[in-house]
Structure formats: structure tokens, C-alpha cells
């Protein structure tokens, strides 16, 4: 027990697309314990999908006491609070931090036509102001979507569409900046957190002003943004409320939150430049850190300021990808309908492994599509949508489960050559982490595919929780940064088979195939 009051403790929220993740990360990079509370996207008509904040700030409240205890750490013991989140979201909050209406999700795309409206101009690429393309990149890094999912088409959503609720907002905040605010009781966001509206200045990390080119643009009313606090920094200590809530010290500080992307990097162990991270969570992602704002609008990749001083983390979201799996299990598999014999088992997931293992790879040749709300890096297509490909008489459930592994790798393949172009360096090998890096075979098949080794991570699932909490204790002066990669363990590191490489090159290429000549379809279909 002497050892136990020696260490110490940061409480980590990881507030995911699909659920909330919580858990008492100690400084040597343990989880002490751990939980996870699922919640439901609302999908609403005209391509509207939001999600019920003041639910996530009471599964916050439960969720921190129940692994509070489990832990069976002491209060004192617990030095601060770090958050990580889901990004691309909107909420409207008064002056209380209290929600005005539901979250907007990164999934809702009724704000498209303001940003399309706001960008459009002659020249144009894809339809937007080459003039205005030019002037957001160059202060932010980044440009609006024509799809509508960014931050800035949700507020001009809410400011067009929903006028009563835009003239009561006092603040619109990321759903991370939402945690720390409620809290604290002190509403800010970051320059990184900060950078979904669109509306900032990230030409040299550390910058802390909204710009107000950008702002007469969008006409979004700068008060209605929160203050921008230090990128490293500490928004301040938890409210009573809070302290008497979680049983905590009233001098437990809240640090500056982050995206569950920027704390997934450091979670896996990463602190360098130019190492890869493949994140199959919810999303699929493409992530790591490189020296400098740089955007390529084409391929829809960038780099934005991360949590890291002096470091901006890669972007190059590509859509879905552990939702096309369950997707596939609980839609196509165990769907619950007048066929349904049985409840889903427990290990509904370890068994679409052993499935996916019985047939070999490239599924005999069935393919994947895994773009089913769209494609993202490196071909953006808001009306691309999933299906399966090539089956035959032959083909049953296994083939499908390996297939959609595979597709989601072949997507990660495409957005690869780009990415490794854009830093200026390939990649020697990736570390995979969030919850696609619990199969071995979604581990082998992406090592066959990009052909290079995969580290899978000893602990792939809490990894953003391990990194918000590391990243915590960094911040609070406990630790170095160099400490981090340490504290990071793989389990297993998967190389590539050259036995497979012909498979897989032929199916890939039909998959890029397929994608190119199918954009017509789905514009019809889907326009």
C-alpha cells in the first residue's frame, strides 16, 4: 500500500463518436480502472444527426465515480482531470454552459449549402472560390467542406435555420471545450480545439486570435466564440459542484482538452516527427505530427496545430471504420428482425474474427466498400456509399466479415501514398490502435496490404484515454514528454506476408476501380 499512496493519478474522459470512455490513468501508464457507457447518434431527416450533451455530462458525473472507486485511489492521489473528444461537433451553450439544443454531429451535413454558398466565386475547385480556398488556408490550414461537416456549417446552420437558438447561444463549443467548461464553470477552447470553426489564425502554433477576414466571411458574431486559452495550458480547478459530485479535492485542476485524434498519438507513444499512427476506431484516421502548417486541399489532408508545443498533428480523416464492422454485425449478422433467433453473444466481436480467419485472404475475391456516410481523404464525395461487390453463390459470412476488414484497409492504402507524399517521408511501419487493433486479423491483413510492419498496441481500445491522461500529468509538471514513449507497450508487431501482396494488389486495384467509375451512381442515387 505504501507504493499505491506513492503514485500518482490523472482522471481521463474520452467522449467517443459511439460512447463515453472513462478511466484512472497512473503515471507510469496504467489503467487503474476503466469504463464504457455507449449513447446513440439521433439521425434526422434532410441529413441531420445529433447527439444529447447533457446526457454525456451525466454518464461523465456516473461514469468518473464508479472508476473512482473501483480504482480504490485515494483523492488526493488524483492530480487532474484531462478530456479528449470527438471532433467536428457543435453545441450551443448559454451563459451557464448549458446546452441550447442537441450536439451537432461530424455525421450532419445541414449546414453544407451556407458553406457552399459562402465559398462559391470564380475560378473555382470543386466548386469553391479558388480566392476564398486560398484565404482560409492560409490563416487556418483548412477549408470548409461542401458536405457541411466542420464546425462552421454548424453554426451557420443554427444562424439560418435556427435563429431563436443562434440569438440565445452565448458560446458554441467542440464537445471536448464543453467537458472542461462544465467542470470548471469557465467556457474557453484552444487554438487546436478551436481550429473545426474555422475561424482562427494557425500560422504559428500558439496563436490565440479568431481573424476577422474570416469572420466577416462567415457573419458568425465573435462573441459567440469562446475565449482561446494556451494550447499546453490549464483552464483552472473543478467547480464545487464537481468537487462534492466525484468526491475530489477542490484544488483538482481541469488541463486543456484535446481531440481524441491528438491524444490517441501520444497514447500509442508517439512524441516524435514523421511516426505513423492508423487509428480504427469509429473513424478511420491517418495520424502523426510534422513541423509545420501545410494543407493539400485535393486529397483533403492537412496539418493543425496539436496539443504538443511547437507540433502540428496530420489529419487525414477518411471516414468510417470500426462503424462499418459493426455496421456489418449488428445490421447484417445478428440484425434483430423476424429471422433473429437468438440475442447477440457477448463475443459477437471475437467471433466475427474467427469467422473472418476461416477464409483466406482477399475473401475469394469479394469487395468492400466501406464509404457508407461518405468518402473523405483522399477523394471527397459526399454521395459515396457502401455495398459488397463481387459475391457468388459461394460466398456466406465469413467472406463478407474478412471483406470488410479488407476494404477498410484498402481505403487506408489509398489515402497512404498521399499522406507519405505530404509529410515528405514513408513510413517505415504504423502503430495501430482503437478497437479495429483488437483483431489479429484486421492486424495481418493491414500489414499484407500497405506492406509495411503493424505494431498493434498492448492496450488498443483505452489508448486515447492513456494519452489524455499522460498528456495531463505532462502538463501538470509530473512528467516529461520524453517519458511518454516508455509508458506506451505493444503487444504484437504483425509483418507484412509477400505471399499475400499479389491478392491484395489485384483487389486493390479494382477497389480504386470501382470507386472512380461508380461516381456517377452515386451522385444520381445520393445527389
Known amino acids: 500500500m505504501g507504493e499505491l499512496h506513492l503514485q500518482k493519478y490523472v482522471l481521463s474522459l474520452d467522449l467517443g463518436s459511439s460512447g463515453l470512455k472513462t478511466a484512472i490513468i497512473s503515471d507510469s501508464g496504467d489503467v487503474a480502472a476503466y469504463c464504457y457507457e455507449p449513447y446513440d447518434t439521433i439521425v434526422l431527416p434532410d441529413g441531420g444527426a445529433e447527439q444529447d450533451a447533457e446526457t454525456w455530462w451525466k454518464l461523465c458525473l456516473e461514469t468518473s465515480k464508479r472508476v473512482i472507486a473501483d480504482s480504490g485511489v485515494q483523492a488526493e492521489q488524483i492530480m487532474g482531470i484531462c478530456c479528449d473528444s470527438q471532433y467536428f461537433l457543435t453545441i450551443p451553450v448559454n451563459e451557464h454552459v448549458e446546452p441550447l439544443m442537441n450536439c451537432i454531429s461530424w455525421r450532419d451535413t445541414r449546414g453544407g449549402k451556407y458553406n457552399r454558398e459562402m465559398m462559391k466565386g470564380f475560378p473555382a475547385v470543386q466548386g469553391m472560390s479558388i480566392r476564398k480556398l486560398i484565404k482560409f488556408i492560409r490563416y487556418t490550414g483548412v477549408a470548409p467542406t461542401n458536405v457541411g461537416a466542420d464546425a ?15 440569438n440565445k447561444t452565448h458560446k458554441f463549443l467542440e464537445p471536448v471545450d464543453y467537458l472542461t467548461s462544465r467542470l470548471t464553470g469557465r467556457i474557453t477552447a484552444s487554438q ?51 468537487s462534492e459530485e466525484l468526491g475530489l479535492s477542490a484544488e483538482t485542476q481541469v488541463i486543456c482538452g484535446m481531440f481524441d485524434n491528438q491524444a490517441a498519438i501520444p497514447g500509442a507513444g508517439i512524441v516524435d516527427l514523421l511516426q505513423g499512427l492508423l487509428l480504427v476506431s469509429t473513424t478511420l484516421s491517418l495520424n502523426g505530427y510534422i513541423d509545420s502548417k501545410k494543407t493539400d486541399i485535393v486529397k483533403s489532408i492537412a496539418s493543425i496545430p496539436s496539443c504538443l508545443p511547437g507540433k502540428y498533428m496530420l489529419l487525414c480523416e477518411q471516414g468510417l471504420g470500426g462503424k462499418c464492422l459493426e455496421f456489418h454485425l449488428k445490421n447484417v449478422v445478428c440484425h434483430d428482425d423476424a429471422l433473429s433467433v437468438a440475442d447477440m453473444p457477448e463475443d459477437a466481436y471475437e467471433r466475427l474474427n474467427e469467422m473472418a480467419a476461416e477464409v483466406p485472404p482477399g475473401a475469394d475475391g469479394v469487395i468492400f466498400l466501406p464509404w457508407l456516410t461518405g468518402s473523405y481523404a483522399p477523394s471527397e464525395n459526399r454521395n459515396a456509399r457502401g455495398g459488397f461487390l ?15 476488414m479488407e476494404g477498410v484497409a484498402f481505403n487506408s492504402r489509398a489515402a497512404l501514398g498521399s499522406v507519405e507524399k505530404f509529410i515528405g517521408k514513408k513510413f517505415e511501419s504504423l502503430r495501430f490502435a482503437g478497437g479495429g487493433a483488437l483483431s489479429d486479423v484486421w492486424a495481418q491483413s493491414y500489414a499484407d496490404i500497405l506492406k509495411i510492419p503493424i505494431h498493434q498496441m498492448a492496450d488498443p481500445v483505452q489508448v486515447t484515454c492513456k494519452g489524455a491522461g499522460l498528456i495531463g500529468f505532462v502538463r501538470l509538471g509530473h512528467l516529461k514528454l520524453e517519458d511518454i514513449p516508455e509508458r506506451a507497450r505493444v503487444r504484437k508487431t ?6 499475400n501482396f499479389a491478392v491484395y494488389d489485384k483487389l486493390y486495384g479494382q477497389f480504386r476501380e470501382i470507386f472512380k467509375k461508380n461516381q456517377s451512381v452515386f451522385n444520381v442515387l445520393n445527389g
Open 152 to 166: 462552421l456549417a454548424h453554426m451557420l446552420f443554427v444562424k439560418h435555420d435556427l435563429p431563436e437558438i443562434y
Open 390 to 404: 463481387n459475391l457468388s453463390l459461394e460466398t456466406n459470412r465469413c467472406h463478407l466479415t474478412r471483406s470488410v
Open 192 to 242: 487546436h480545439t478551436a481550429l473545426t470553426m474555422m475561424l482562427t489564425s494557425n500560422r504559428n502554433w500558439g496563436d490565440r486570435e479568431y481573424c476577422d477576414p474570416l469572420l466577416k466571411m462567415s457573419g458568425i458574431d465573435r462573441e459567440k466564440l469562446p475565449e482561446l486559452l494556451p494550447s499546453d495550458g490549464i483552464v483552472g480547478n473543478i467547480t464545487p459542484a464537481v
Open 494 to 499: 504483425f509483418k507484412p506476408i509477400e505471399a
